[in-house]
């Protein structure tokens, strides 16, 4: 028996997501008393995962799966889980990882948990906790399939150095073709992606207009971070759908939300809740998001906001 | 064209999540239920493939006698028929079992799902339902066109999207972009009264075995009350977020 991960690659290097889903892989391991495998595809540095205290490395080298396929990845990772017994497979909460994990779940006839936040507080039966009704509660979820998948939520386990040295070998596989054909793929470049990134600055209709956003925009650049936006903001066609975080938009767990002229609706705090620590700015004391953010500042938007990103800029300049 | 849009029955988007019964069931007292918006997102793609394109569409759901009325609100809206399977929705395994046994006596060519409900946020039945079925599948879906039997569709990706083809028949999962807010169809007095004439039809639940039982439900740790900081203090702003919470 074992417990088995997919750490996830882009373009042949691992993901920050892969090495915090081995890290969860380890811990839940030695709960266990098993060893961790990790199975990755295309993936050029697979060493790394030796800090993160992989017993085992499985090494699929594929040109056909070069270009992601949920169908043909799905049976990479049941295959590779029912070689090597696995009884319990974690998988990331990326888009590609939500994609793959029901299917999987199907080739095994596995328990599936998704948004799962901590370590199980009990392994027999395995119990998890898991976020739900867009993160206002938690579950406690048993699952009860021979073989289970836990699905991680982003930035919720963290990543926890535990040097190995993991044996690594290749295997060949015989996949059937998925019936969904990728025709292109079109990645925002020189921007950070929502999902990936440690901070998200977010605007809301406070900011009057979409030829404020270089406000949004500066301050992100300052910080390395991704740019959001509320659902006004995005109804109204100042910023791309892409960019709108909340129930109905896209999830954020970053570990720092700075949202800046966003009234704080229940629907958008549910969305962004998962993130670590958040901070508001709003000219409005009375706006709902000061009842649920870390760091607050009353003041208008157009001063404080170039203002803060000067001084950070000056701040990073003395740190780096 | 038979398209089947699978709605969940999930509780209003401004509702005040409590618990009952020791935390182990969601308090429905005083809860407005509604469509998932999700759902809704692809039941309004499905009504344009009716419009455009003389899709026959239903609507299905699997619960009690309680998740009527949203159905015939999805009647109100433009579907031809709606189904009710009759059971507890237990969990997304026992729920896809349900509608890919259904799926395997009437066939569909498409098959919508939410990408996820917004109560349970298990994202599961419309992968799952695939994996039952042995078909194609696209979650995240902001883009569908059809056009003899072949679809062109897109999915929104971590920083991007991604574009597919793919032959019918097929499950998506669907979110806003898929249609955007301002599409969504407010049934008028006419589909009002039209939904009432139209088919809801009850079906027996199939044995059905689900693999997760939720033992208890949690609200979140309440949080302590906001640092304010002076807007002519933003030093001590950044001090706090480098040294205190060691975000920067």
Known sequence: ??????????????????????????????????????VTINTNNVDALAQYGVDQIVQIQDDSLDIFSAQRYAQVIAQVAQQKAAKLVVLSSTADGRYMAPLVSVILDAGYAS????????????????????????????LSGETNIIGLANNSFGLHEKPSQPVIETLELTLDPDPVQSTSVEKVTGKVAIADADIVVSGGRGLKGPENWHLIEDLAETLGAATACSKPVSDMGW?????????????????????????????????INASKVKVVINNDPEAPFFKAADYGVVGDAFKVVPELTEKLKAF???TH | MKVLVCISNVPDTTSKINFVEGDTRFDTNGVQFIINPNDEFGLTRAIWLQ????????????????????????LAIGAQKALRIDTTATDGFAVAQEIAAHCKETSYDLIITGRESIDYNGGMVGGILTGLLGVGFVTNCISLEIENGTATLAREID????????QLPLVIGAQKGLVEEDD????????????????????????????????????????????????????????????EAKVI
């Open chain 2, 51 to 74: 419009q455009q394109q003389q899709a026959e569409v239903t609507v299905l759901t699997v619960g009690d006698a309680s998740c009527e009325p949203i159905l015939r609100k999805c």
């Open chain 2, 159 to 166: 920083g991007g999207k991604e574009n597919l083809t793919a």
């Open chain 1, 316 to 318: 990073k300049s003395q």
């Open chain 1, 115 to 142: 948004n799962v936040v901590a370590l199980p507080s009990a392994t027999a039966p395995l119990e998890v906790k898991r976020s739900c009704f867009t993160n206002k509660a938690f579950s406690h979820t048993t």
């Open chain 1, 239 to 271: 910023r791309p759908h892409s960019e709108h975080v909340g129930q109905t938009g896209k999830p954020v767990a970053s570990n720092l939300y700075i949202a800046i002229g966003v009234s704080g609706a229940i629907q958008h705090l549910a969305g």
């Open chain 2, 184 to 243: 969504l169809i407010i049934p008028n007095m006419r589909g009002i009264m039209q939904a009432r004439q139209k088919p809801l039809n009850v079906l027996a639940a199939q044995k059905n075995t689900p693999k997760s039982q939720v033992s208890k439900f949690e609200k979140p740790q309440p949080k302590g009350p906001v640092k304010l900081v002076a807007e002519d203090q933003l030093d001590e702003l950044i001090n706090l977020l480098h040294n």
């Open chain 1, 1 to 38: 028996m074992s417990v088995l991960i997919f750490a996830e690659a882009e373009k042949g290097t691992l993901k920050k997501v892969g090495f915090e889903v081995a890290s969860y892989g380890r811990a839940l391991a030695d709960l266990r008393c098993e060893p961790l495998i990790a």
